[in-house]
């Protein structure tokens, strides 16, 4: 038998009558027997051991030798389709003109000329990172990030058609600079003019990367660290910063009221690692209440700021998914961008049966996005805290 545990150990089944529902062999696992779970039984007996194939869509199967099957944690699968819907959604529209477009369901063609359900590099770029994060230590794999990012970049890797289109200037230049050798944390660009939304867009992840790690700072650097593979400007950091807070509330299960007032508190008891100069470009998001402005306030363009307070925006003044990731697109703009950010907060807030499913149906791709979200390093699992 494998020597590999469990990724999810502490999940051990529970004594539910005179006998755990477990596996003899693994203990960690019900074996599955013409449909129902067997006390004791050994692998040879399990249909889903031997047929993986055959599995419930409601439990995972990770192929390791007598690892155990779980009910499935939505999050992950949640926020990363979260952000590949949103984006899908604004692809067809990018660039037009609010109030000139109306969009109610999955499109395509448009802008880019590409089929219903296609998304761009805010997805792929998202992928990347997840599928790349394997970090032994407290820190992530830049490397394996930039790597994942490069094949992104040079082979088409985490594309829905096997096709790169809308590349943004900052990220083609930062991967460009990464292929010539220069260290990841480095590579971005750290002009007030790189502050584009390329990081924030694939940043999302991360939320579940921070589980444990208490020290506030901590977390701001492995967020400086990673958005600085293309963005380095303070502004890009801190508003990446900002963002994957608020969706570590919401992966701790706050509500969005709850977790916005909350972020709101933690920055008003004081930052000091953020200058002060940074946290004035975040005055609507921090110090106000950004879900309080109507709608001819809130700009949608591709400027980092603009982008994390619409996405803040059409999260906080809808209550579903669907009303969320629409209310993002019909801004206008950059909208593929606007609705992928508004997709993970909608995504991990309200959960993966929220996402409406004909246009789950529709997605491109959605195979390779539920691999990579099931296989995501979750440390919010199994990694002690760090304080």
């Not at 998304?119 to 930039?146: K, Q």
């Amino acid at each position: 038998m494998s020597e590999k545990r469990p990724r999810w150990e502490k999940e051990i089944w529970t004594t539910q009558g005179p006998n755990a529902v477990a596996c003899k062999t693994c203990k960690f696992r019900a074996a599955v027997i013409n449909g129902h779970q067997q006390d004791n039984a050994d692998c040879g007996n399990c249909e889903i051991y031997e047929y993986p194939e055959s599995k419930p869509n409601d439990v995972y199967f990770d192929g390791a030798e007598c690892e155990f099957y779980e009910k499935a944690d939505d999050r992950p699968l949640a926020l990363i389709l979260g952000v590949a819907v949103g984006d899908a959604l604004g692809v067809p529209v990018e660039f037009k003109k609010r109030g000139t477009f109306h969009v109610i369901s999955m499109q395509g063609y448009g802008t880019h000329h590409q089929p219903p359900g296609t998304w761009s590099d805010d997805t792929s770029l998202t992928l990347a990172l997840a599928d790349n994060l394997f970090a032994d230590g407290d820190r992530p794999d830049l490397e394996c990030i930039a790597w994942g990012f490069t094949e992104w970049y040079d082979k088409a890797a985490y594309t829905p058609h096997g096709k790169v289109f809308d590349v943004g200037n900052a990220t083609a230049a930062a991967i460009k600079r990464l292929k010539k050798g220069v260290a990841p944390e480095k590579a971005g660009g750290a002009d007030e003019r790189d502050n584009g939304n390329g990081s924030l867009m694939r940043v999302a992840p991360l939320a579940f990367y921070m589980f444990g790690i208490r020290d506030a700072e901590e977390r701001f650097r492995i967020v400086r660290d990673v958005s600085s593979l293309t963005h380095a400007h303070e502004w890009s950091v801190a508003a990446c910063y900002i963002y994957v807070e608020l969706l570590n509330k919401l992966r701790m299960g706050r509500k969005k009221k709850a977790a916005y007032a909350e972020l709101r508190e933690d920055f008003a008891r004081g930052v000091p690692f953020i200058s002060k100069a940074t946290l004035a470009k975040f005055v609507r998001i921090l110090e106000n209440d950004i879900s309080l402005l109507p709608e001819e306030e809130i700009r949608s363009s591709g400027f980092v700021i603009d982008t994390l307070e619409a996405a803040l925006w059409c999260f906080l003044t809808t209550d579903n998914y669907k009303d969320a990731v629409l209310k993002a697109v019909n801004l206008g703009e950059d909208t593929d961008t606007t609705g992928a950010v508004t997709g993970a907060l909608a995504g991990l807030a309200y959960g993966l049966g929220s996402i409406p499913r004909e246009w789950l149906d529709q997605l491109a791709g959605r195979e390779e996005i539920q691999r990579i979200a099931i296989r995501m390093p979750r440390w919010d699992y199994f990694r002690k805290t760090i304080s």
